[in-house]
């Protein structure tokens, strides 16, 4: 097993709403997520952090270009 590599998701303003942190194959720990939403979910599978990430329309960086608006 390698290193981490913790990421934040931000919404549309990109305020952060979450923090994740891979653990293994297909499972990763995420942190905001009942906060932010009132999900009451720790542990999430790849498949439902990208159904998160698109039903809250949430990504792990920045707008940083006109393009990224278009």
Known sequence: MGLSQRYTLKDKNSR??????????NRNSVAGLKKSFGLDEDIVTDERLEEIKS???LNEREQTSIFDYL
């Open 16 to 25: 952060v709403v979450a923090t994740v942190i891979p653990l293994d194959r």
């Open 55 to 57: 039903m809250y329309n």
